[in-house]
């Protein structure tokens, strides 16, 4: 199955399914969203970190952000794989993830974002996945 990481601004990277977002608040109001996958995004807790740690000057700010989302991700995708396993289904099922479905942040590609952090969770799972326009 193919799955997109991409930028709300670069649609050329996108896939031909549904638009999903990965970012809470608001999306940018040229983009039709879907919806929003909340599991797949950064809590409140980690983003409000994040940018009171960079408004302080910290320069690993971004980097504990990965790191915590990345955290966040692990446990999501193993309760995810105890819940497909229980249900006698795979994870991508239990998803409910569809051919095509690209999954939305706001940074364009070649910035600082978190997309490829979910990008290795979708591949474990079995996702044929497309970062920026490039399988990985």
């Known amino acids: 199955m193919k799955v997109y990481l991409a930028s709300f601004f670069e649609e050329h990277n996108w896939g031909k399914g549904r638009a999903i977002s990965i970012a809470r608040g608001q999306k940018p109001r040229v983009v039709l969203v879907n919806l929003i996958y909340e599991g797949f995004c950064p809590t409140e807790k980690i983003s409000r970190k994040y940018y009171a740690d960079k408004q302080d000057g910290i320069e ?11 955290q966040e991700l692990e446990e999501f995708f193993r309760q995810a794989e105890f819940d497909a396993t229980k249900a006698n289904k795979s994870v991508i099922e239990l998803l409910a993830l569809e051919e095509g479905d690209t999954f939305l942040s ?5 910035r600082s974002n978190y997309r490829n952090v979910l990008a290795e969770q979708l591949k474990n799972i079995g996702c044929e996945v497309y970062l920026e326009g490039v399988q990985i």
């Open 106 to 110: 706001w940074e364009r590609a070649g």
């Open 60 to 70: 690993s700010a971004g980097e504990d952000f990965q790191q915590a989302y990345s």
